[in-house]
């Protein structure tokens, strides 16, 4: 059973960062393309970054060259690093992993 679980949300002023964290179990994961979507009440999930297991990587035109994705394939963990972040990046993110979906954390950009 694929279990994915998503951590570290929270409240952060604009300009600041956080780091949200996966852990999956139930997979292969080194060999498997992780990836982070986020959704706003109201509206379409959309994608924001994925990573593949040769280490490749896309991300959503809005949060290029500010949000990275590393993966720990020892730890069966991926990370999603925000920085810069703005009040447009608050919602909820949700880890992927080809038909599987964590439950989310939520992510406000407050002042």
């Known amino acids: 059973q694929v279990q994915l679980v998503e951590s570290g949300g929270g409240l952060v002023q604009p300009g600041g960062s956080l780091r949200l964290s996966c852990a999956a179990s139930g997979i292969m994961f080194s060999i498997r393309a992780m990836a982070w979507f986020r959704q706003v009440p109201g509206t379409a999930r959309e994608f924001v970054a994925r990573i593949y297991s040769t280490g490749n990587t896309d991300y959503a035109d809005s949060v290029k060259d500010r949000f990275t994705i590393p993966r720990d394939n020892a730890r069966s963990t991926v990370y999603l690093q925000m920085n810069s972040l703005k009040p447009d990046d608050t919602a909820v993110y949700y880890c992927?992993?080809?038909?599987?979906w964590g439950q989310g954390t939520q992510v406000t950009v407050s002042s």
């Open positions: 992927n992993s080809d038909m599987s």
